[in-house]
């Protein structure tokens, strides 16, 4: 049996902005920990934690990886995401499987836009903390300055646990105020020192030192009595009291350091394990609620091994080589390979596959999982990110998560016939493994249509779909869905009369049709009197009215808010049929629709920007060259949120740009808001294009 398994636990997502030296600082932990031999590099594509050719290509990460290692007794689940916003989901997904969470800051940028919103996921899961400055060797960085901006931007009480020796380009170690030590170490060895600190820096960790204490011992009334009492805290009332403020968020600490010179790692990793909360901890202050899969009632786990098994996929992984591949948090319970459980989220049972212990791109297998434990599981058939396995006699379903909705869209071509198939069951299955993309065909404009969180996100699933599964695609820009609608009234009639052998047809009506309020639709009268038109032939009259609905008089767009009412007629006692009513109201309401002065719509979308405040200006002066209508401007700390009406023929691009104006620090959502009558100007460019592409499409 593994006695490594009975150790405790902590499970930890490692959450950053993009370039912050996320991937940086798990190497020098695993370093440290004695889980690698040598120190790896994002630059050589050397590190554990980066093994996708699309990530040693573009030396970022781009999915999130599980690092599993033992440090002080303490097995380490450490889960790593990638920091780039078009990868914000799965950040969100990540912190929906650990305990607790390790801030990565740069000490010479602020908290961007994908960052804060990983901030305030954090707050709502009320999830313990910890923040680490990086790059504190660059002569440009300031761990003072980083503090003030935790006050500010994060609004928290940050609280220094190292003092940096030597900070800028000869930093060479730190002052751990918790352990009274000076902590060297560096790149070329994974050995860590602790030495007395020196005479002249003893006056300087004693000031430290005193503000740590004191802020510890004034967050409750049983230490503050002790510290009043013996002017000191012992190390283990000082840990208690850290361990508590931790979880209630009194304060967040701050360790500093540089990761690629292995600085200030060592005093992370004791506070993982010192100051962060066990599997069983987490879940007895926080239960994991859930419901009932038949039932709907609601039901929790505390996250013991006496409750019945549980668990929770926050990562599918899926290769054409060696298959699926599904991370997951056990949250109660235990369980072992090879066994049938239930996935409450599919309402299907599921044979589980082998069970896997993960560092990186390396796997260990091992024979069962248990509360708090963290494995991959092989080849489940109906599993997908977010769903819950359950044991059967005892089911909970777990909330799927929200993520956020794709802002960027292309239409999309299979380059050959044989790529074709390729593309379709990529996308899909690339889809299962990133629930932020979306791939549909559009029923109107008849496009298959990928959409993803920006141009990166695209890039990279494209990138996949190659490597992967072979396939490869022609993007362009989406058509925009226009719809046709009428500014006035009008009258026509529709007279369909044809002589053949035996029966002829015969239909005619008489329509009027009137502009209904914009998003209403449509609406059918029938206002025939005197049996001018026999009742029956009435419901075939509309049947030819819808059908001509679908392209109207302009460019062949749908025909929408339009009124119809049909009032007089006439029939054929033996030539009339449904057919022949039909095809009449079909024709009426063609020419019905050409002299009611039709116009053209367009889908105009609310869009919410979040951008910083320097960039406001330019983001506004944009929206407007966009035709966008500002309804709000929302200030928030050293941010702005503009609410905008803006129509969606100006939003294709509009991720790619709102990043240049914003220098990468902006984000946004959309949402269809109505649809609004287009610019005569740009309307007959709509229309010409279309009725060029009509002519392209013949001719071909």
């Known amino acids: 049996m593994d006695t490594t398994r009975l150790e405790p636990t902590r499970n930890v997502a490692i959450v950053s902005s993009a370039g912050a030296g996320k991937t940086s600082l798990s190497e020098a932990m695993l370093y440290v920990a004695g889980a690698i031999p040598m120190l790896g590099s994002v630059m050589h594509g050397t590190t554990v934690s980066d093994f996708e050719p699309e990530e040693l290509r573009h030396r970022t990460s781009t999915s999130t990886s599980l690092l599993q290692f033992t440090w002080n007794h303490t097995n380490i689940n450490l889960i790593d995401p990638p920091g780039a916003l078009d990868l914000l989901g799965e950040s969100l997904t990540a912190l929906q499987a650990a305990d607790a969470v390790i801030l990565i800051l740069s000490g010479t940028m602020g908290v961007r836009t994908e960052l804060a919103r990983l901030w305030t996921r954090i707050k709502e899961l009320d999830l313990p903390c910890l923040v680490f400055v990086n790059g504190l060797d660059k002569e440009d960085a300031s761990f003072e300055k980083t503090l003030d901006i935790c006050r500010k931007q994060l609004d928290c009480v940050p609280l220094p646990m190292t003092v940096l020796l030597n900070p800028g380009m000869i930093l060479d170690g730190v002052v751990d105020l918790r352990h009274e030590r000076l902590v060297r170490s560096g790149p070329s060895s994974a050995t860590v020192e602790h030495l007395l600190v020196p005479l002249p820096l003893e006056g300087m960790l004693n000031r430290a030192r005193q503000q740590l204490v004191e802020a510890v011992a004034e967050s409750g009334e049983t230490l503050l009595e002790t510290y009043l009492t013996q002017g000191e805290l012992s190390q283990e009332d000082l840990l208690q009291g850290l361990r508590r403020d931790i979880q209630t968020k009194q304060f967040l600490p701050i360790y500093g350091g540089s990761a690629t010179h292995n600085v200030g790692v060592w005093s992370l990793l004791d506070a993982i394990v010192a100051l962060l909360p066990s599997p069983s901890e987490r879940g007895a202050a926080h239960p994991w609620h859930g419901i009932h899969p038949e039932t709907h009632e609601g039901c929790e786990r505390k996250g013991s091994l006496q409750e019945p098994f549980s668990a929770y996929v ?11 591949l599904s991370y997951c948090r056990v949250l109660s319970g235990t369980i072992h390979a090879d066994a049938t459980v239930l996935n409450a989220s599919k309402h299907v049972r599921e044979k589980l596959g082998h069970f896997y212990k993960v560092l990186g791109k390396r796997h260990v297998a091992v024979d069962s999982a248990r509360a708090g434990e963290i494995v991959a599981i092989g080849k489940l058939k109906d599993t997908h990110t977010g769903d819950t396995l359950c044991q059967e006699t005892a089911p909970i379903c777990y909330p799927i998560l929200s993520l956020p909705k794709p802002i960027l869209s292309f239409a999309i071509d299979a380059k050959s016939k ?30 298959m249509v990928l959409s993803g969180m920006g141009q990166f996100h695209i890039d990279l699933a494209l990138e996949k779909l190659h490597r992967k599964f072979g396939g490869d695609v022609i993007l362009h820009t989406p058509k925009v869905p226009y719809r046709e609608t009428l500014k006035t009234k009008s009258q026509a009639q529709g007279k369909y009369k044809k002589q053949t052998g035996g029966h002829g047809q015969y239909g005619d009506c008489w329509l009027e049709v009137a502009p209904l309020p914009r998003g209403h639709g449509y609406a059918f009268e029938n206002r025939v009197v005197g049996g001018a038109i026999p009742r029956n032939f009435i419901p075939a009259v509309e049947k030819g009215v819808l059908d001509a609905m679908h392209e109207g008089p302009l460019s062949g767009f749908p025909v929408v808010d339009v009124q119809v009412a049909v009032y007089d007629g006439s029939y054929h006692a033996v030539d009339s049929s449904e057919m022949s009513f039909k095809i009449a109201g079909s024709m009426a309401f063609k020419k019905a629709i050409e002299a009611a002065h039709p116009v053209l719509l367009e889908p105009v979308m609310t869009v919410e920007i979040d951008t910083p405040t320097d960039a406001v200006g330019a983001v506004m002066g944009d929206l407007n060259a966009r035709r966008g209508r500002i309804v709000a401007v929302n200030a928030q700390d050293h941010a702005e ?3 905008a009406l803006v129509p969606l023929a100006e939003l294709l691009r509009y991720a790619t740009s709102l990043n240049a104006m914003t220098g990468g620090r902006g984000s946004y959502v959309m949402d269809f808001a109505q649809y609004d009558e287009v610019p005569r100007e740009l309307a007959a460019k709509v229309i010409e294009r279309q009725k060029a592409e009509g002519h392209a499409a013949t001719a071909h």
């Open 314 to 324: 926050f990562k599918t992984i899926i290769d054409p080589f060696v298959g699926r």
């Open 641 to 643: 949120q503009i609410k």
């Open 418 to 447: 044989t790529d074709i198939d390729k593309v379709s069951l990529g996308l899909h299955k690339l889809i299962e493994e990133d629930p932020t993309l979306e791939f549909a065909r559009n029923a109107e404009t008849k496009e």
